[in-house]
């Protein structure tokens, strides 16, 4: 049975592959491998939450929540090439495909860490890339003007909610978080429990069994 891609350090074989993301702005070849996450093709609910999401933030700070080997991050990148931009993942493997992703693609202003699941807290990163620095303790801290993220529903709830609580967290007063999730795996308890949470959510797409939504800090 294939290893779970929330695995920190996946024992897979490596077997190198690359998938394309084909987006009406962006076209990109990653390169990806076993033990990440949907290492054949762009996930569609990553295709979804790309085409239905606006424009980020010009400036400022950006995330992607569950980064895999990059598709989301640099995205963000592209479309917004003034702003820093962070992804996370507790996948030592994805990350490192990440950073290399990053510097096929000359978007040199991502940043890219390996973070503990619920903690976001940065773990050993291991040898980086010159051109893709590890980013510093503070700027995992935010805040986030903007947060994207195809979350690992399957990990469970508990694992789900807690990182949730730590990254939306750190967005900013201002800032918007985008989460894709399949209508069958959640996204209306996912909804739900976002509202009880006191945060401000609405479903802003839906297509192709998923789920967009947007999350903002409620008012008080």
């Keep these: ?54 424009a ?10 569950g980064c ?27 990350v490192a495909l990440a950073r290399h992703n990053a510097v096929e693609h000359g978007l040199d202003h991502t940043r890219f860490a390996v973070v503990a699941p619920e903690a976001g807290l940065a773990l050993e990163q291991g040898p980086l890339p010159e051109a893709v620095p590890e980013p510093t303790a503070e ?26 609580r730590t990254w939306l967290g750190r967005l900013s007063e201002e800032g918007t978080a985008y989460l894709v999730v399949q209508r069958h795996l959640g996204a209306d308890s996912l909804h739900k429990w976002l509202t009880e949470q006191a945060w401000h959510v609405e479903r802003t797409a839906s297509r192709a069994g998923y789920r967009v939504l947007a999350v903002r800090h409620g008012t008080s």
Excluded: C
Excluded at 73 to 93: C, I, K
């Design 1 to 54: 049975m294939a290893q779970h891609y929330f695995d920190p350090d996946p024992d897979s074989a490596s077997r190198p592959s690359t998938a394309d993301l084909v987006l009406p702005d962006v076209h990109m070849r990653l390169y990806t491998d076993r033990g990440v996450f949907s290492p054949e093709k762009v996930d569609l609910g990553t295709r979804v939450l790309l085409e239905s999401v606006p």
């Design 56 to 65: 980020p933030p010009a400036d400022g700070r950006l995330l992607d929540l």
């Design 68 to 94: 895999g080997y990059g598709p989301i991050a640099l995205t963000m990148a592209s479309r917004a090439p003034r702003a820093q931009v962070l992804g996370v993942d507790v996948n030592a493997r994805a």
């Design 139 to 164: 700027e995992l801290q935010g805040p986030f003007d903007a947060l994207w993220s195809n979350p690992p529903i399957r990990v469970g709830k508990a694992v789900l909610h807690g990182m949730l």
